[in-house]
């Protein structure tokens, strides 16, 4: 049996990071299932089009996500959720229960608990589950380049959150010009984004043009010639369950 099919760990769980304006949510628009899946709103913000999901939360306590992933994981009808954002999730978590506390150091100490919770409950999961990510681009001297993460604070922070992820994709918005010579199956160039001359996308790995970018897969995941796909989270688990058999 291949390694694919022999690693442990839920192999459908994406982190999606962006700047704002670049498609983060956008890429949810044509998830065929979305209709069996839950959506956990951090954010506290419309989505920029009409949604179709089984159960819209609007989360306002930054525990009760670990309850509604265990809710999501025992439905049989839902397929999987998606949480919009981690990074607004962590904020929340911070404002709800650090600053607010007396022992500010065991506070701490919940947060990085409640960080890790989550990443336990995710990876072993069996449904499939969409991270969007906010992230801060910063000029690192050390390196003497710019360097983007997502802004987490805490001992969490300065691990990086990416670690804990083995697909990660970045959001752009590309100039079609740009995209000419990268010409793939799953990259679809409308007459509308002909015409408004940009297009929203995925990028599936670091390139001369996005170093310090945290983009990452599993080896032979995506063709080289698949650098910039669509912003259509729909073809990324499909081949997501095409490359693991699941």
């Not at 336990?120 to 991270?131: E, Q, V």
């Not at 007459?191 to 297009?199: A, L, M, N, T, V």
């Not at 081949?239 to 693991?244: G, N, V």
Request: one cysteine or more; hydrophobic letters at 35%; a negative charge.
């Amino acid at each position: 049996m291949s390694e694919q099919t022999t690693t442990n760990g839920n192999k459908n769980v994406v982190l999606i990071c962006g700047e704002p304006n670049t498609g983060k949510s956008t890429s949810l628009m044509k998830l065929r299932n979305q209709n069996k899946m839950v959506y956990l709103n951090c954010d506290l913000k419309e989505l920029p089009f009409r949604s179709r999901f089984a159960v819209n939360v609007e989360v306002s306590d930054a525990y009760n996500v670990l309850d509604y992933i265990d809710e999501i994981e025992q439905q049989p009808g839902i397929e999987g959720g998606v949480l919009d954002t981690i990074t607004f999730l962590m904020s929340m978590f911070e404002r709800q229960y650090v600053i607010t506390a007396k022992d500010t150091q065991k506070a701490w100490g919940a947060y990085g608990n409640f960080y890790r919770d989550l990443i336990h409950r995710l990876k072993s999961g069996t449904k499939d589950y969409a991270i969007l990510a906010h992230v801060d681009t910063q000029y690192n001297e050390a390196k003497m380049a710019m360097d983007s993460k997502v802004p987490i604070k805490g001992a969490v922070g300065k691990i990086g959150i990416e670690a804990d992820f083995t697909t990660i994709l970045t959001t752009k918005q590309m100039p079609i010009k740009k995209l000419e010579g990268f010409e793939n199956d799953l990259l679809h160039v409308s007459e509308d984004e002909k015409e408004d001359g940009f297009k929203y996308v995925f990028v599936t790995r670091v390139s001369k043009d996005s170093v310090g970018e945290k983009m990452r897969s599993a080896m032979g995941l995506w063709d080289r010639k698949e650098l910039y796909i669509d912003n259509d989270l729909n073809q990324v688990f499909a081949r997501l369950k095409q490359y693991y058999g699941s």
